[in-house]
């Protein structure tokens, strides 16, 4: 069942309090209550509320200074109003900075009840579009973990194992094998893949401001915070968030991480108070996190940690026999127009031999490149970069260089350029028909030789 929505319904009458707990109380919608501003300042230090319904005349506060100070506290959650007919007024006014609706004593619940589905309706809108703003939106490619190898089998299983546990997890692995792709995988397979995942890369911080973009901060907190801002903690809330590169975290941002990590609880920058969160955590790196900590330059309480369940994907030399299904993906994605490229045998034969240091991102890098340079679809060795084709395996064959194939591929090369790329002369100088010359010209990969 979906988790409800929680409503903090703050008023000094005991009435209104217990009759709106009573009627308005769903399985969908759970109404908390709070008789003054001080008894609200308390429900907000220890829970979260997506709506607060907030009479504006209390016996110890301002109705528009408690409603400032919520909005800060809940930058979130939508605030309804609820006020007498000398205080429209201010109601008005509280609009003006903010607030959602007001609605006036005496009131019809039915009313109200509309009135907090629709403000909550805006709540998630809002959540989710700026969730999309902050999340790396990972298409294509990204979204399915490719091959049938022992190694990616391997990956599967110990995906779906620790996805529902809710542990952090640690993805190691070189450069470019896809640890975004597994943490993708396991978000969605947790019970929060309904929730936002977000995503950071830590090595794409900038120093001076880790801690805001983790954590927030208030308005004036430092030179340049003109308003206050909520940080990734807060936008991954209910959801998952994914550090990339961890061990590029300052350390002097890591020991308040591990403090969130442990307690679930945090301060935006410039604020005393702590405020909650529910967050899942994914980390990943390339850094061998162990010397790091043994060099001093990792804290190693984090480490231990953030290393509860490791996961190491190997590099693509590791698993070649995934190469051909992973091209396959890849061109299928990479489709121009209806038509999908293929790719000649000897050249699949080349992407099969190289080491990929670079590897799934590398492979996939390569593939775009080529499908551009293809000549009527297909993807030879003159479309692959020359560190993927060795200068002495020649242009197009890995034969010798004194070869049969190889001598024929460069007479015929000679041919054309003798004739200035004119096909139907060249065929006549070389006593073969026009379809026979198209035939080796692609078996030698100068299908585009002019």
Not at 205 to 212: A, M, Y
Not at 364 to 386: D, Y
Request: net charge neutral; aromatic share 6%; with cysteine.
């Amino acid at each position: 069942m979906t988790e409800p929505y929680h409503v903090l319904v703050v008023d000094d009458e005991e009435s209104i309090r217990k009759l709106l707990k009573k009627e308005l109380e769903t399985e969908e919608r759970a109404i908390h209550v709070a008789r003054n501003a001080a008894e609200t300042r308390r429900r907000i230090h220890d829970g979260d509320y997506d709506l607060l319904v907030l009479d504006i005349k209390l016996p110890d506060s301002d109705g528009l200074d408690l409603f400032t100070e919520c909005k800060a506290k809940l930058p979130d959650a939508e605030v309804v109003l609820i006020t007498g007919h000398g205080t429209i007024d201010d109601a008005v006014e509280a609009m003006r900075l903010g607030a959602y609706d007001y609605i006036t004593k005496p009131f019809k619940l039915d009313r109200l009840s509309l009135l907090l589905d629709r403000a909550y309706q805006r709540v998630c809108l809002q959540r989710e579009n700026r969730s999309l703003r902050h999340s790396q939106e990972i298409t294509g490619s990204s979204q399915k973990l490719v091959g049938n190898s022992p190694v990616i089998k391997h990956l599967h299983y110990l995906v779906s194992r620790v996805a529902p546990a809710g542990v952090p997890v640690l993805l190691t692995g070189e450069s470019g094998v896809g640890k975004d792709v597994v943490a993708r995988k396991i978000h969605e397979q947790s019970d929060r893949a309904k929730q936002p995942i977000i995503t950071k890369n830590c090595a794409m911080l900038q120093r001076e401001l880790v801690r805001s973009e983790l954590f927030g901060h208030t308005k004036g907190a430092f030179t340049g915070a003109s308003e206050a801002k909520e940080g990734l903690l807060a936008l991954a809330n209910k959801g998952t968030l994914f550090l990339d590169e961890v061990g590029d975290l300052p350390e002097e941002v890591q020991a308040s991480l591990l403090r969130v990590l442990e307690s679930q609880t945090y301060r935006r920058v410039g604020e005393n108070e702590e405020r909650r969160v529910d967050v899942r955590f994914l980390f990943a790196t390339n850094r061998n996190l162990a010397k790091e900590v043994e060099d001093g330059r990792f804290n190693e309480a984090l480490f231990h940690r953030i290393n509860v369940f490791n996961i190491d994907i190997p590099p693509l030399r590791e698993r070649r026999e995934d190469i051909p299904l992973l091209i396959e993906h890849f061109l299928t994605q990479m489709r121009l127009g209806k038509r999908k490229c293929t790719i000649a045998d000897k050249t699949l034969q080349f992407l099969m031999r190289y080491d990929w240091p670079g590897n799934v991102r590398e492979l996939r890098n390569v593939l775009e490149r080529s499908v551009i340079l293809a000549e009527n679809g297909v993807i030879t060795n003159q479309t692959l970069p020359k560190e993927v084709v060795p200068a002495q395996s020649g242009d197009a064959c890995a034969g010798s260089p004194l070869s049969l194939e190889s001598m024929e591929r460069a007479h015929i090369r000679k041919v054309l350029a003798m004739y200035q790329g004119n096909r139907q002369r060249a065929a006549e100088a070389l006593g073969i028909g026009r379809k026979t010359l198209y035939r080796k010209l692609r078996k030698h990969g100068l299908a585009s030789a002019d």
